[in-house]
């Protein structure tokens, strides 16, 4: 496939940003998107040009660091991370928008690459159960009903990757600390924290200039992971659960 990159490139934070355009050849359809960026970035070296800063880790789907918006839908047109969207879901000829998350609480640092520690300050904020010290509790020790244990492996999913914010018309955090929050408050473990994680996990979020939920859904549809967009209505009642009991 021959196809046409138009690429987000920004030097640095405070520079001023636009998207270059770029021709690349051959992309086998078995292709990641981010083994063709990597071909795209061969070229550039050869041509002793500024490769384009992207991030990424692990390739697998796992991290979430490879967030990118690809033709204005964040990680591209299937529901996955960027890192295992191939390149047979584009045609021949195709121009191809590239560009990073865009949210406020989301400065870029270089190119497509943006800065999303806020994610880990709302996490320390209140991301983290009671644990005793010394050996390790014997297994089944703290029963945890069923229904339990579901609703908090679904929400442990979240990867963090940031789709949500970039989803987001608002560029809301909701999803993601939704996700935090339930899957530990949803379990045995997480109940000495469960008053005050969910109210300095909702201060640290809105501190860090995420906007606001207006509930239109585009977090749940673009989480590649299938967070589900109930959590955040669980959270809101958690917070208001919180803050009755003071």
């Given amino acids: 496939m021959n196809l046409t990159l138009r690429i987000w490139r920004q030097s640095g934070p405070e520079d001023a940003g636009a998207l270059t355009t770029y021709e690349v050849r051959d992309i ?30 692990c390739r697998e789907g796992i991290c979430g660091a490879c967030g990118v918006v690809i033709n204005g839908q964040a990680h591209g047109p299937e529901r996955t991370t960027t890192c295992q969207l191939h390149m047979r879901h584009f045609n021949d000829g195709d121009t191809i928008d590239v560009e990073p998350w865009r949210a406020g609480a989301f400065p870029v640092v270089k190119d497509l690459v943006v800065d ?62 939704a996700a935090k929050v339930v ?17 300095d996990m909702v201060t640290q979020m809105d501190a860090e200039g995420f906007g606001g939920c207006t509930n ?12 589900p967009l109930f959590g955040i209505a669980r959270m809101n009642r958690e917070f208001v659960r919180a803050v009755r009991k003071g």
């Fill in 116 to 177: 999303r520690s806020a994610f880990d300050r709302i996490i320390g904020a209140g991301g983290y159960i009671t644990a005793p010290t010394g050996s390790a509790p014997e297994a089944h020790a703290t029963p945890v009903p069923k229904a339990a244990a579901d609703t908090a492996f679904e929400h442990a999913e979240c990867i963090g990757c940031g789709a949500c914010v970039a989803a987001c018309p608002n560029g809301s955090a909701m999803l993601f600390t």
């Fill in 28 to 57: 086998a359809p078995e292709m990641s998107f981010l083994e063709m960026l990597d071909t795209l970035n061969e070229e550039l070296i050869l041509a002793d040009e500024e490769p384009v800063a992207f991030d990424h880790d």
């Fill in 216 to 227: 239109t859904g585009e977090c749940a549809v673009a989480c590649p992971k299938g967070i």
């Fill in 183 to 199: 899957h530990l408050n949803s379990l045995p473990q997480g109940a000495p924290e469960r008053e005050t994680r969910v109210l």
